[in-house]
C-alpha cells in the first residue's frame, strides 16, 4: 500500500469514526498516517480497506488500531482457507469411482472396458478414464492442485476427510502458507 492509499483508508476510518477522529490534533493523525503506512506497506489496499470496512460494520464503537486491523486480515485469511477447503472437499466427493481402464479403438470407441484386468495386456492407445476429469483437476484453485497434486491425490485426500473431518482441515490449513510461499 502507497503512503496515498494509507491516507485514503484513514480518511475513511476518520468518516467512520468522525466525532473520534475531530478530536485528533494533526500531529496525532500524521503519526497514525506514519503507524499505518509501516504496519501495512506490504499488504494491498482493497484487502486493509476490506479490513476497516468489517471493523466498522461489527458496531465497535471506538476508531480502530493497526492490532485491530491485523485481526480482520487474519481474519478474512482464515474465511477464504475455509472456502478453499469447501472447494476441497466438494472436488474430492466428485472424485467418487475407481479409474477403469478402456481402450479406445481408431474410431474413438470404446473397444471394451472391464472393472478388474488382471493379466490383460493393454495396447499403447489404452487410457485412464475417470468421472472426474484432467481439465475439471486444472479448474481447481492453485493451493487445492499443489495440495492434492493429481486426481489419485484426490482420492486419498477424500479418505482422510471422510475418516477425520477437522484434522483434515488443519491439515490442509497448515499447509496453506508453504504452498502459496512457493508459488513466488
Not at 21 to 31: G, H, V
Not at 101 to 108: C, K
Request: hydrophobic share 40%; with cysteine.
Amino acid at each position: 500500500m502507497t503512503k496515498r492509499e494509507t491516507q485514503e483508508v484513514l480518511n475513511r476510518v476518520f468518516r467512520l469514526y468522525m466525532t473520534q477522529a475531530r478530536k485528533l490534533p494533526p500531529s496525532d493523525r500524521d503519526a497514525m498516517a506514519q503507524t499505518w503506512f509501516e504496519e501495512f506497506h506490504d499488504t494491498d489496499y482493497p484487502t486493509v480497506l476490506k479490513a476497516v470496512n468489517m471493523y466498522a460494520n461489527q458496531g465497535k464503537p471506538f476508531m480502530p488500531n493497526v492490532p485491530d486491523i491485523i485481526s480482520e486480515i487474519i481474519r478474512m485469511g482464515e474465511v477464504a482457507d475455509n472456502d478453499l477447503f469447501a472447494q476441497l472437499v466438494k472436488a474430492v466427493q466428485l472424485v467418487h469411482e475407481p479409474e477403469k481402464r478402456v481402450v479406445i479403438d481408431d474410431l474413438g470407441g470404446i473397444r471394451y472396458s472391464e472393472e478388474h484386468q488382471r493379466m490383460v495386456y493393454f495396447p499403447p492407445e489404452c487410457h485412464w478414464a475417470t468421472n472426474y476429469t484432467q481439465a475439471d483437476f486444472a479448474a481447481l484453485p492453485y493451493e487445492i492442485q499443489m495440495y492434492a497434486e493429481d486426481i489419485e491425490g484426490l482420492r486419498a485426500l477424500k479418505r482422510e476427510i471422510d475418516s477425520d473431518y477437522n484434522r483434515a482441515r488443519r491439515r490442509f490449513t497448515d499447509a496453506l502458507p508453504y504452498i502459496r510461499a512457493g508459488r513466488q
